[in-house]
């Protein structure tokens, strides 16, 4: 059967409560759903909202799904039974980790169980040195007679982390080698494959994560994708990874740690498409939802990437991530008191059930979104229009009441001061992402989405002193536009460690040959042409002596002794923005850690934003007017309010106004003004 030119591209977000589609037409029109998850078949809500937006799957050319199913399998502990085979004498590399503590002065705080419990951790004999050399030959002897005893004891999958594997990979190969003969079928997760950087522990546990969730993973994209066959999609589905990118299924169920951070990814892609489609290459995203809120950062159309992060504590993955800080501020973060008589918000959260107390469920805590209501910035009528029940305002006063009363605020105060300290803390985490990453926030735009987006963005903006804030067309769903924004993306690495004076152009360059021609073997297999790759080249580079080092760009016709000694330059530029200072000439050598290729499959059908572009009208008139409440002064303030559907391509909104619109709220205070560009983004000028 003959393909048609244009079809439909699918963009699935699972979340724990709700799962989001966007769906992009063959005449480039967008449809966007949320139906309820449905934990643990998670595939279920999926089908359900393919049906609810009648989408022939037959006609589909992309389907990006990002997924949590990674992430609940290590956070709930709910992953296969694994063992490790390790390196004799590194048997605690695991249980020791870096010695640190979530809390230092907390003498009755326990670690969290390992992923891998210490009687499933195996010690082999072999030795390499920091060179790879061979100290002790890997015993095969014992190997075979350690092979037996993960056998009998039932394991599903194996995690192998030698010692300098990175630089000899030979004997994990040969253990994987007689591994996968005496066991066929099990899951095997090799260190020096996934993971091929020094950095003992960090590399075992990422080996661990990547064997714990693996036939998690696979036996979740084998279900997913026979049910989707069955229903006559002919397509690769593709699963987003933590690094903002995706991968067909094969390579997702063969690299399973890559897709824990899958759900924070999306949005960080979508803030980064958005910002670039209105014209400002610098952004800081933030999505700020029931319960948290996640702020990352696009510099010069790059995202921030990190490879240095846990998922939980004691459980690092080093593989390349979006970087992005979560903090604990959402719709239903509770209002509460401390035991030094100070208003506090969060990071406790009221959840779904029972919500907040104007849910009417039985809640009776004070939540942001009670003191959003109070404010007059909720509209209670149009919540009981989109989901069945109304916010019930008597009920959020009463819970406020309760927390003023303690600090001797009245109602609207204490609303007020609710909303005050969300604030203080959103822009906190801001600041981290940008200031104290040693960029200047008034150069970037910020681009804000989530449930709550839209009514704090403009009090967050004025507060940084950004000149523009963007407000997508879809911000309760935007996550799962970002899914159809991204390409193919593989993260290879090889270890180097070799000092500034010991660097070898020759060397370096056969390392990035070597990486370019594995990168185009990878895409290859997967049916991309040479005119859809893109290979970006980088390294770790670092002061010798420190354990984190700073991935810098690296071009392929730099590798010379002239162009090393720009990256060096590049390294210290770098350093000095993120550091504040230089270590003294002489006192420190420039270490190259890892040399880095990202390789990239371009997809043809990634969605544009022209796909949200309303139709041109004339200045819309406001549905109705209600008292709002204004902090810095102003006070109640008798308030236009809009429906965002209702808004042509070029209209303008002057403040005060709320825009409403299904997934969200925008507040628009006195003397500001928004105006609808030709994406249906709202852009908000601040001067």
Avoid at 587 to 593: D, K, L, M, Q
């Amino acid at each position: 059967m003959r393909e048609k030119a244009n079809m439909y591209r699918v963009g699935i977000d699972i979340g724990g409560t709700f799962t989001d589609f966007v769906v992009i037409t063959p005449d480039n029109r967008y449809l966007v759903s949320k139906v309820p998850s449905t934990p643990p078949n998670f595939g279920d809500a999926i089908f359900e909202g393919l049906e609810k937006l009648r989408v022939p799957l037959e006609e589909t050319s992309l389907l990006v799904h990002g997924t949590t199913v990674a992430t609940n399998c290590i956070l709930e502990r709910k992953g296969a039974k694994t063992a490790l085979i390790t390196t004799k004498g590194f048997r605690d590399v695991i249980a020791l980790g870096r010695g640190s503590r979530r809390n230092n002065f907390n003498f009755w705080w326990h670690p969290p169980e390992p992923l891998v419990r210490r009687s499933h951790v195996f010690e082999v004999k072999e030795r390499l040195d920091y060179r790879g050399k061979v100290l002790t030959p890997l015993d095969e002897e014992e190997l075979s007679g350690l092979i037996e005893q993960v056998r009998s004891m039932g394991f599903e999958a194996v995690a192998i982390s030698y010692l300098f594997s990175p630089i000899n990979p030979a004997h994990e190969a040969k253990t994987q080698e007689q591994l996968a003969a005496a066991m066929p079928g099990i899951y095997i997760s090799t260190a020096s494959e996934i993971n091929p950087e020094i950095l003992e522990y960090e590399r075992a546990s990422t080996a661990v994560a990547n064997a714990y969730v693996g036939p998690v993973l696979k036996a979740y994209i084998d279900r997913l994708s026979e049910q989707l066959r069955a229903r006559n999609f002919r397509r690769e589905m593709l699963i987003v990874t933590s690094a903002g990118g995706v991968l067909p299924t094969p390579a997702a169920a063969k690299l399973p740690a890559a897709t824990v951070l899958s759900g924070l990814a999306g949005g960080v892609a979508a803030g980064r498409a958005i910002s670039l489609e209105c014209g400002y290459p610098n952004c800081v995203s933030f999505d700020i939802g029931g319960t948290s809120t996640d702020v990352s950062l696009v510099h010069q159309g790059n995202i921030r990437m990190t490879t240095s992060w846990e998922l939980a504590f004691g459980i690092p993955i080093r593989l390349p991530a979006v970087d992005v800080h979560t903090i604990g501020a959402g719709g239903g973060s509770i209002a509460w008191v401390d035991a030094g008589g100070a208003l506090r918000v969060g990071p406790q959260s009221a959840g779904a059930v029972p919500g907040p107390a104007s849910y009417g469920q039985g809640g009776r805590d004070a939540t942001l979104t009670d003191a959003h209501l109070v404010l007059g910035r909720l509209n209670s009528a149009r919540w009981e229009a989109l989901y069945g029940r109304p916010l019930e305002k008597g009920l959020a006063e009463e819970a406020i009441h309760r927390v003023g009363a303690k600090v001797g605020l009245d109602i609207i105060d204490c609303a007020a001061g609710i909303v005050s300290i969300a604030n203080s803390q959103l822009l906190a985490a801001i600041r981290l992402m940008s200031i104290e990453r040693g960029y200047n926030p008034r150069e970037f735009a910020l681009v804000a989405f989530g449930g709550a987006g839209g009514l704090h963005a403009v009090d967050l903006g004025r507060a940084l002193g950004a000149s523009t804030v963007l407000i997508p067309p879809v911000p309760g769903v935007t996550s799962a536009l970002g899914l159809l924004t991204v390409d193919i993306r593989h993260d290879l690495a090889r270890a180097l460690l070799i000092t500034e004076k010991e660097l070898d152009p020759a060397r370096l360059r056969e390392t990035y040959y070597q990486l370019i021609e594995e990168g185009n073997a990878l895409l290859e297999s997967e049916g991309v042409p040479p005119e859809q790759r893109e290979i970006q080249l980088f390294a770790d580079v670092r002061y010798f002596g420190r354990s984190n080092s700073l991935m810098i760009p690296v071009s392929e016709a730099s590798i010379t002794k002239e162009g090393i000694a720009g990256l060096i330059a590049t390294f210290n530029a770098t350093f000095k923005r993120e550091f504040g200072y230089l270590m003294p000439e002489g006192v420190s050598e420039i270490e190259i850690v890892n040399a880095r290729a990202v390789v990239i499959g371009k997809i043809k059908e990634k969605a544009q934003l022209s796909a949200f572009a309303p139709r041109l009208a004339a200045p819309p008139r406001p549905v109705d007017q209600r008292a709002v409440y204004f902090a810095n002064g102003v006070g109640w303030v008798k308030t236009n309010i809009y429906r965002r559907e209702d808004l042509g391509q070029g209209v303008v909104v002057n403040g005060p106004a709320i825009i409403e619109q299904p997934d969200t709220t925008t507040v628009l205070p006195p003397g500001v003004g928004a105006r609808v560009d030709q994406t249906g983004t709202l852009t908000v000028s601040l001067g």
